[in-house]
Nanobody, 124 residues
Framework: EVQLVVSGGGLVRAGGSLRLSCVAS????????VGWFRQVPGKEREGVSV??????????YYADHVEDRFTISIGNAKNTVYLQLNNLKPEDTAVYYC???????????????WGQGTQVTVSS
């Protein structure tokens, strides 16, 4: 069974930081793109990953509104992806979902598997 377990969310003040983790079981991230999708309260999940990293073509991606604030990386075990969130803003408040797509680069608009998500809340 493929499972993506996401953790690291929480409540922070504007300007604060969090580190999200996506831990995969049943697969490693070799030959996958791994991305993070956001769902703002009351809205549908965003159609394009806010950040993405691919071992398939060594690409990375950051949405314009998070570039220079977010950093995505793959852990040494190759089954964990981190998203470092810095200088958080209230508009970053969302549920953050981890998703993977086989033999793909970044950015991601589709996925094969996704996790349960973790809540990030940024107060002003």
């Amino acid at each position: 069974e493929v499972q993506l377990v996401v953790s690291g969310g929480g409540l922070v003040r504007a300007g604060g930081s969090l580190r999200l983790s996506c831990v995969a079981s049943g697969l490693t991230f070799a030959n996958y793109a791994v991305g993070w999708f956001r769902q703002v309260p009351g809205k549908e999940r965003e159609g394009v990953s806010v950040s993405c990293i691919s071992s398939y073509d060594d690409s990375t991606y950051y949405a314009d509104h998070v570039e220079d604030r977010f950093t995505i990386s793959i852990g040494n075990a190759k089954n964990t992806v981190y998203l470092q969130l810095n200088n958080l803003k209230p508009e970053d408040t969302a549920v953050y979902y981890c998703a993977v797509l086989s033999r793909a680069g970044c950015p991601m608009r589709k996925y094969d598997y996704w996790g349960q998500g973790t809540q990030v809340t940024v107060s002003s």
